[in-house]
């Protein structure tokens, strides 16, 4: 019997050329974005994703983590300067993710197990040169440090190089979505094999826990 009104060929086309398999991994990709944004506003998180302002400062204030040098310069200043609270590893302090009376005094992970990912860089560069992220009223408590007086634009972008340079191609994928220009996509992207952030699961779940 004629299979019609479904271009199998066309479709079986794509599966060798591999259109499907980027356009598949588009679709989780926004999909993932999408229920983080949901359940972090459902679960009314201290820690929405990026409001990517699309600043003029926000190419000066990129982070290259494809930039061996700036890279190693990062390592560097984050060991001597961020390491004592988000931990050597990256792994942040003990317990940083429960919610208790301490909520938010711990310091968090910036690796994979953390949502750092989740922000553009420009708002990771306002955390570290305010304390805050622009979004936060100046009045609001915040337990992380301002390093204004205490770090050049340089050293920070290339702290944050740094940190971004330890998470995987699918954190990296996220994360560059999030900056104008999908600045910092790296390259292939769409060509190589990754996964959605670990904390799209957990995001999923905490979306179906609070959508009851």
Known sequence: MPRRGFPFDRLSTAMRSGELRRAVRSALLFS???????AAKNA?????TSSVTATPSAREHFADADDPALVAAGRL????????????RLQGQPLWQLKDQFEGRRAPAHDQTGHTWSHSDEDLFRMILDGRFPSVPPAAPSYMPAFRDLLTTQQITATLAFIKATWPIGLRISQAMLNPGNLGMPAHAADIEWTLP???????QRWRETSR
């Open 32 to 38: 993932c974005l999408t229920l983080t944004t949901v």
């Open 77 to 88: 200043i984050y060991m001597g300067s961020c390491a004592s609270c988000h931990g050597r």
């Open 198 to 204: 670990p904390t799209c699961t957990l995001s999923t």
């Open 44 to 48: 009314g998180e201290a820690t929405p």
